[in-house]
């Protein structure tokens, strides 16, 4: 059952969707939107220039329902960071939720995390999910099984958060900073990372959303070293860290620091045999260098 309208126990929540020529996915995903049992959002999206027809599809629902708003605020791609943290600028919600706009929420996935959010006000909280590949359900590895609590060290060999799947306090970003428009790949990894250095997670052990894969235009689809953003995001937190001691106080207890030293020296030496084997001799030398530092 979907919660009563109350100010002091229902946030309002802003629907952050970024998109790039994904008119054939991004109605899909804004029905989940239009669909959820928590009515109190608001949808925002973020159209990173796209040059079909997406914006026709937007503005005709922005004349149908007030609580949508289509952004396109620039004429030349600037990347799923730059639109999801143009979004972020532009929320009004005490909560925000990211969707991505090849993906669905299930009817009931704000409600059971608003309810969530009233009992418990955390900082984050994400659900598990569903993979769909190319119509086929699949199943995850082990490897990106998702939980809650203090999930740090989880977050440090790869991405363990579905933006999709997350929904944040809004108050949180001027604590960890935006999404890093540097990043082509791996901005969800490195927003992770800082969030979950700070702060434990709640966790759905229930899918409310569908992923879909198997699409030519994935972005995880297109970066052989995907590792090289994860290492850059790693000597970031590092870095961070270190500013905490210099301020006297502590970002990453020991078993942190060390596990991120770790997984920093492990993929800084596949880095550097792969670039060997790919013939950048610069690059391998560089991650080379990084080994010999940490």
């Not at 900082?123 to 082990?142: A, F, I, P, T, Y």
Request: hydrophobic share 35%.
């Amino acid at each position: 059952m979907a919660l009563e309208s109350n100010k002091y126990t229902n946030p309002n929540v802003s629907v952050v969707i970024p998109t790039y020529n994904r008119e054939g996915f991004l109605k899909r995903a804004i029905n989940s939107v239009l669909g959820q049992s928590y009515g109190l959002w608001e949808l925002l999206i973020v159209d990173d220039a796209s040059d079909d027809d997406s914006r026709k599809l937007c503005e005709a629902l922005c004349e149908k329902d007030k609580r949508i708003r289509y952004f396109r605020p620039w004429e030349s791609r600037r990347g799923v960071s730059a639109s999801r943290n143009y979004g972020i600028r532009h929320s009004n919600g005490e909560l925000i939720a990211f969707l991505d706009s090849d993906d669905e929420w299930f009817k009931q996935k704000l409600e059971k995390q608003v309810e969530l959010y009233v009992k418990d006000a955390y900082v984050l909280c994400h659900s598990d999910e569903v993979w769909l590949r190319n119509g086929v359900r699949v199943n995850q590895m082990k490897k990106h099984k998702k939980s809650g609590g203090g999930i740090y060290l989880n977050c440090l060999p790869l991405c363990c958060i579905s933006p999709s799947a997350s929904i944040i306090q809004a108050s949180v970003f001027s604590e960890i900073g935006l999404f890093d428009e540097a990043y082509p790949v791996c901005e969800d990894y490195d927003l992770w990372l800082r969030l979950c250095a700070r702060h434990e997670v709640a966790f759905i052990e229930e899918p409310l959303i569908v992923k879909y894969g198997g699409h030519s235009d994935q972005l995880s689809r297109f970066s052989w070293g995907n590792d090289v953003y994860r290492v850059k995001s790693l000597i970031k937190i590092l870095e961070q860290h270190g500013a905490f001691l210099e301020q006297g106080s502590i970002l990453l207890d020991k078993k942190k620091l060390e596990a991120s030293k770790e997984i920093l020296i492990k993929k800084c030496d596949i880095l550097a045999k792969g670039f060997y084997k790919h013939g950048d001799a610069v690059s391998s030398e560089y991650y080379k260098d990084l080994l010999k530092k940490y």
